[in-house]
């Protein structure tokens, strides 16, 4: 556990700092535990008037059965765009509640109709299990636009951290599995990289909420020991090459041992002519949403919302 000297030497802004002893928990046998109680905060967390919170039970990878949650305006005289969204949590943990309310304000401010997928989780779901069932989400809100009441030409995708990967990984299956595009991707510090090498990842071995010891632990538990043959599914920086994919926004922390992959994930995109907006917060942590008051987070979600409707408005113009 890092002590508050070593906390110092980061300039990490004090309202994230209030965390510098909270871990994401990759162990085993408490992630069921830890699961059951954060599936209980989130469905129990409101949103604000003028939203519309609905489920939607549909067939995962291989028939298993998973949930979406469904947050749409309440007042609207057209089919909407669509985000479907995969949220973080190393692949290992259920949504927090502070992330639903993030995704409202997707929905009301853009507007736009947001599915949160309750993809299958590890330690027992390892991949591709995760990542075929956010592809089944994604495929599913495709083919029932329709009765969702969404502009199926304006379906973008999007998740934080483990998430990222989980987007990232989405648009590839489309794209190699002759589907439809997502318009647009949204990603937030995301996991890109198994390989673990940029200097970020070497540096920040003790930083709040996450740092490299625990993402090598979760990269063991997702690729079954992380030995193998290189999967560019799982660990997009070592995709071939990323031409077809989506115009991007991406957005990393400044004490995030992803960030230099985050970085330089946008960079390979830049190189196959994929449009990409990156923008690098600063005195920030891992996760720093949890912080929903903070001046930093309030900035970040509004320009989050601002590319949706920017993305969605290209969209609508038959541009992607």
């Keep these: 556990m890092a002590s508050g000297t070593q906390m110092n030497k980061y300039d ?3 309202d994230f700092l209030k965390y510098k002893r909270l871990k994401l928990p ?8 830890i699961n059951f109680f954060l599936t209980r905060a989130f469905y129990r967390a409101e949103v604000p008037d003028g939203l519309t919170e609905t489920r939607q039970t549909i067939a995962g990878y291989q028939g298993a059965s998973i949930k979406l949650t469904v947050l749409s305006p309440a007042i609207r005289d057209k089919a909407l765009p669509a985000l ?3 949220h973080g949590g190393a692949f290992a943990m259920q949504s927090a509640p502070y992330l639903k309310r993030i995704a409202a304000n997707y929905s009301l401010k853009t507007p736009c109709v947001v599915l949160l997928a309750d993809y299958r989780l590890l330690p027992k779901a390892k991949f591709p299990i995760g990542l075929e069932d ?3 989400a994604y495929k599913w809100v495709n083919n029932n636009s329709d009765k969702l009441e969404i502009d199926g030409s304006r379906i973008a995708v999007g998740g934080d951290s483990a998430g990222g990967a989980l987007s990232i990984g989405v648009c590839m299956l489309a794209r190699d599995r002759k589907a439809r595009m997502p318009c647009f991707q949204l990603l937030v510090y995301p996991v890109t990289d198994r390989r673990q090498t940029t200097d970020s990842m070497k540096r920040f071995t003790d930083t709040p909420l996450w740092n490299s010891k625990l993402n090598a ?3 063991r538990m997702y690729l079954k020991g992380g030995q193998g043959e ?3 599914y799982a660990s997009p920086a070592e995709a071939a090459e990323f031409s077809g994919m989506p115009p991007t926004y991406i957005e990393t922390a400044e004490y995030d041992p992803l960030r230099d992959e985050g970085i330089a994930f946008a960079g390979a995109l830049r190189e196959c002519g994929v449009p990409v907006e990156l923008h690098q917060t600063c005195r920030t942590i891992h996760g720093f949403e949890i ?3 903070n001046e930093i987070v309030i900035e970040s979600i509004e320009r989050r919302v601002e590319m949706l409707r920017k993305a ?5 113009v038959g541009r992607h």
């Design 12 to 14: 990490i802004h004090p």
């Design 26 to 33: 990759m162990n085993a046998a408490i992630l069921p535990v």
């Design 84 to 86: 479907v969204y995969f």
């Design 134 to 136: 956010c592809y089944a």
């Design 217 to 219: 632990k979760m990269w």
């Design 230 to 232: 290189a999967n560019a």
């Design 291 to 293: 912080a929903e008051k």
């Design 312 to 316: 969605f408005a290209w969209c609508s």
